[in-house]
């Protein structure tokens, strides 16, 4: 296709311009390393913002694929397809809900669960629902996943948004429950904030949102969409707090790369929406779910859950010791394999010498955050490696 720059270039005057990429042109993948189209080699701690859980160019995962190829594609919800039912069964099983829908996204996973909420309080006679959501939360870009998504700056150029939607602030159980009242259908939030800054939720504040929510008979949307598959040590973050959602949404490392998300939902939940309520062309079609399916076994087979756990701990400590040692590093913060850590100043200019000059790949979350959402499957060598070339970045910088 010609010289890198050339591609840059058309990729410029083709691609509609919502992002102001990095001038890097990823070719391929192993393991932990991405590899670009000069052959240069990139540790990658951001997996394709927290999607390849087991890395790039696992064999067994990509055999599973090309079997589904050469197989079967796609036949639409009209039918029944064996991959969608085993992936469903097994995602039943790893969170304890009991059913599943599965999207094209993230995003349309929490398209899914605030209409089951709507569904839910229609259905009770309830009317101009309300829901509750946080600031600083992220949620997604379509116009309901935006509403719900605590980000003036994202949201102000859309408004009017969704009706109903009022903002409390994480981790303060009485500004929820100053918000809450007869018309209130859900609360909504993620059990780790990911975008807003890795903030995960207190204890305190999970149960008590999921008193008020069983007192009020409003129904708990937790989105693990970012925080689930594994990456806090649990199979899903709430795992942790024992708290069970009525509604949560995954996606990201659910496809490991193949675009899937799903909504599940428990008790109440479960049945509140029915057949014509929602739909999907794409979704859950053979080929994303024999995907999903396969990650899941993979996660079996591996104890990834476990193996995240382990690498956590470890991440977490070698991050905590940068907080001692640069003064710019203001705190840590997170779970397992989503870490933080945030700085006293902007971190574009970090995350961007970490990709060119030490061929690491950091995400920020936030202005001053710099976020690790590595693939699980990542070994202490990588967490060391790692550190060394951001202590490399950071010594330039201070
Ligand atoms: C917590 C959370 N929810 C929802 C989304 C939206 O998912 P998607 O980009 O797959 O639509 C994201 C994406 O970053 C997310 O981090």
Redesign the pocket.
């Known amino acids: 296709m010609g010289s890198k720059q050339a591609l840059i270039d058309k990729a410029e005057s083709n691609l509609y311009k919502t992002y102001n990429r990095f001038p890097v042109v990823f070719d391929h993948g192993e393991g932990v390393y991405l590899y670009d189209t000069e052959g240069q080699e990139y540790l990658d701690f951001g997996a394709g913002?927290?999607v390849m859980g087991l890395g790039y160019n696992d064999p067994e995962f990509s055999g599973a694929l090309k079997a589904q190829v050469d197989k079967l594609l796609h036949t639409s919800n009209l039918f029944y397809n064996e991959p969608a039912v085993e992936a469903g069964e097994k995602l039943l099983k790893a969170s304890n809900m009991d059913r599943v829908f599965f999207t094209n996204?993230?995003?349309?996973a929490?398209e899914g669960a605030l209409k089951i909420a709507k569904k839910y309080a229609s259905d009770r006679g309830i009317h101009n629902h309300e829901i509750i959501a946080m600031n600083h939360s992220?949620?997604?870009?379509s116009l309901g996943?935006l509403s719900v998504t605590g980000n003036d700056h994202y949201q102000e150029p859309f408004k009017p948004l969704i009706p109903g939607i009022k903002f409390a602030d994480f981790n303060n159980l009485d500004s929820v429950k100053a918000l809450v009242n007869s018309r209130t259908c859900a609360i909504i939030m993620?059990t780790v904030q990911?975008?807003g800054g890795i903030y995960p939720a207190t204890e305190e504040f999970l149960k008590g949102v999921k008193a008020l929510c069983d007192e009020n008979d409003v129904l708990l949307i937790l989105?693990e969409?970012?925080?689930g598959m594994g990456r806090t040590g649990n199979m899903f973050a709430w795992q942790k707090y024992g708290v069970k959602p009525d509604v949560m949404?995954v996606?990201?490392a659910l496809g490991n790369g193949v675009p899937i998300?799903a909504f599940l939902a428990s008790g109440k939940a479960a049945t509140a929406m029915g057949p014509g309520d929602h739909g999907t062309t794409y979704g859950g079609n053979p080929f994303v779910t024999a995907a999903a399916s396969k990650v899941l076994d993979i996660f079996e087979s591996r104890n990834l859950t476990e193996h995240a756990k382990e690498m956590g701990n470890y991440l977490e400590k070698k991050l905590l010791e940068l907080t001692d040692q640069y003064d710019m590093v203001t705190s840590q913060r997170g779970i397992g394999l989503i870490q933080g850590l945030e700085f006293s100043i902007p971190v574009s200019s970090i995350v961007s010498q970490a990709l060119l000059e030490e061929k690491l790949v950091l995400i920020s979350a936030g202005t001053n955050v710099i976020r690790f959402v590595p693939p699980l499957v990542i070994g202490k060598k990588d967490v060391d490696e790692m550190i060394k070339r951001l202590k490399t970045v950071l010594d330039h910088q201070s």
């Open positions: 913002i927290a996204s993230g995003t349309e929490i992220f949620h997604g870009r996943a993620e990911g975008e989105d969409i970012q925080c949404t996606a990201k998300g």
